[in-house]
């Protein structure tokens, strides 16, 4: 079946404009997750979500980041004027999940690339 | 707070040779790890994970790790390396304790394989 998928897989943006990214994660997949991952080195989360509860917004860099899911299909990361540092590949990931926390996989789609010039 | 080291940036291996990628975690529960590997160009795949149960897990591509607990290790193995295993290796860790779900990950460290 179909993987996560991303969109755009490039994007450059000018200085103070605003940036939306979209995710569409796997069918059927209840969490779906938020990484972003700096040139050299690992990810980091952002943002998680879990069907209707409340998202975990603990790795949020910023007020300007900010992100949305419909139901458990797709999702959106909004940076609000972006600065140089937000440059960096964002990754989105899906997982299937269970009530007592068993850690299922988490899938990853292949990133936008965001260039913030 | 939980956290992964990955003390090596680049491991370096002969074709045919075994291989390991060293990875330490630390959590204030009991530690849910995995192995990520990164193609040049292509998003994170999967490659094993340890929950409970027998600590050496074997994973995709004939790659297995070694939980160790007292070490507080999880190193990635692989008996004989392929040139096509040259790739982004990422450690990860979730602390079984916390409902937080998000994983934590290492730097990375990147796998050359030699012919």
């Known amino acids: 079946g179909a993987g996560v998928s991303q969109s755009p897989s490039n994007k450059v943006t000018e200085k103070g404009k605003d940036v939306e990214l979209r995710c569409d994660p796997i069918s059927g997949h209840t969490a779906l997750y938020w990484y972003r991952q700096r040139l050299g080195q690992g990810l980091e989360f952002l943002i998680y979500f879990q069907g209707n509860s409340a998202p975990d917004k603990s790795g949020l860099p910023s007020d300007r980041f900010s992100a949305e899911r419909t139901g458990e299909s797709v999702s959106t990361l909004t940076i609000q004027r972006t600065q140089q540092e937000d440059s960096a590949v964002y990754l989105c990931?899906?997982?299937?999940?269970?009530?007592?926390?068993?850690?299922?996989?988490?899938?990853f789609g292949p990133g936008t690339r965001l260039t913030v010039t | 707070a939980q956290s992964v080291a990955q003390p090596e940036d680049q491991v370096n291996v002969a074709e045919g040779n075994p291989l390991t990628v060293k990875c330490t975690y630390s959590?204030?529960?009991?530690?849910?790890l995995f192995w990520y590997v990164q193609y040049p160009n292509r998003g994170l795949q999967f490659l094993l994970k340890?929950?409970?149960?027998?600590?050496l897990v074997k994973g995709s591509y004939g790659f297995e790790a070694e939980f160790n607990k007292s070490q507080t290790s999880f190193h990635l193995k692989k008996p004989s390396a392929l040139v096509s295993d040259s790739a982004l290796y990422f450690c990860a860790v979730r602390d079984g304790r916390t409902g937080r779900r998000a994983l934590t990950f290492g730097s990375g460290t990147r796998l050359q394989v030699q012919p």
């Open positions: 990931a899906s997982s299937s999940s269970s009530a007592s926390g068993q850690p299922y996989e988490q899938y």
């Open positions: 959590v204030s529960g009991n530690p849910y």
């Open positions: 340890y929950i409970t149960g027998d600590n």
